[in-house]
């Protein structure tokens, strides 16, 4: 793994010289990633050893302020340690809800959420959250606190941009590629990458993809969750998501031979008339 681990994270650095200094600048992804569910106490779980084996088994949500009204109705999928698993579907159908509930934002009405076969509610808060670290993309202009995370691995391979005075000013890009660095840095056994590529440019989406299918995934389970469906192909399986429901799964080719839900999204982008389709252009 140390190998694998080290070359991923040499590529992908390799394309965020500016990590280094964004690490120590403020950022809303930072408060993102250390917030506190607003769920019952944490449990003690804390093994030494994990393989980050994530089910989600009959599970049904529904947000507080919309109780009538059912986001997940039923979802099942399961995680497996070195494989990369893609989430996509319309806005809205979802995805980052079900990301909330692996990260305990949330609990879910009924069904189960296990990691190694043991509910996510047995483990201790802080293990956890560094075991299934998100990499989320952050919305612009906010404030990261300082992170003591070990930045001595991070070596910026050209020199910084200008950060500003306050040193919060670095693009959408730069912030995502931090998300990602910081997430990968905690070694974690189950990586949730939600939309985590869409405001980098082209070239640097295609070397973090080839970094996620080629290094990142050994040793730990990927739950990839893209608009741009090109970013999926080589995903060992995909679920699709629609209206709360997983209506298909399969290889990228199996779902397109179906010529179900799935070809319909890529149609709609290939044609340009999906939503997500302004935000990540097909290549
Ligand atoms: P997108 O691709 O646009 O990110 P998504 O598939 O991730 O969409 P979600 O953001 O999970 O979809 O939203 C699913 C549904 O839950 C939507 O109808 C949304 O309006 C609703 N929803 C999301 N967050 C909340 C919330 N905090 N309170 C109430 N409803 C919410």
Redesign the pocket.
């Known amino acids: 793994y140390a190998t694998n681990f080290s070359t991923a994270m040499e590529g992908l650095l390799s394309t965020y010289p500016s990590v280094q200094k964004a690490m120590g600048s403020s950022e809303k992804i930072f408060e993102y990633m250390e917030r506190m569910p607003q769920i019952s106490p944490p449990g003690t779980l804390a093994p030494p050893a994990l393989r980050g084996h994530l089910q989600v088994q009959d599970v049904w949500f529904s ?1 507080p ?2 109780e009538d009204t059912p ?1 997940l109705k039923g979802v099942s999928l399961e995680l497996h340690p070195g494989e990369v698993t893609a989430l996509v ?10 990301v909330a509930l692996l990260e305990r934002f949330y609990e879910p009405q009924h069904g189960r959420l296990l990691l190694d076969g043991r509910d996510l509610r047995d483990y201790e808060h802080h293990y956890l959250h560094s075991k299934v670290p998100p990499a989320t993309p952050a919305s612009s202009n906010h404030k990261i606190p300082p992170d003591p995370s070990p930045c001595d691995f991070i070596t910026p391979l050209s020199p910084p941009p200008d950060v500003g005075e306050m040193g919060g000013q670095i693009s959408g890009g730069q912030r995502q590629g931090v998300a990602i660095a910081r997430a990968l840095l905690r070694n974690p056994r189950v990586l949730i990458l939600d ?1 985590a590529t869409s405001a980098l440019d082209t070239e640097s989406q295609l070397q973090v993809e080839k970094e996620i299918y080629e290094g990142v995934r050994a040793g730990r389970s990927v739950l990839l969750i893209a ?1 741009r469906l090109s970013a999926v192909e080589r995903a060992d399986r995909i679920l699709v ?1 629609e209206d709360g429901e997983i209506r298909e799964q399969g290889t990228h080719w199996e779902l397109l031979a179906c010529q179900g839900s799935y070809w319909h999204l890529v149609q709609k982008q290939l044609n340009g008339d999906e939503e ?1 389709s302004s935000r990540d252009s097909v290549e």
């Open positions: 947000y302020s919309r986001v579907g319309p806005s809205g159908a979802g995805k980052t809800t079900l939309d608009h998501l997500g």
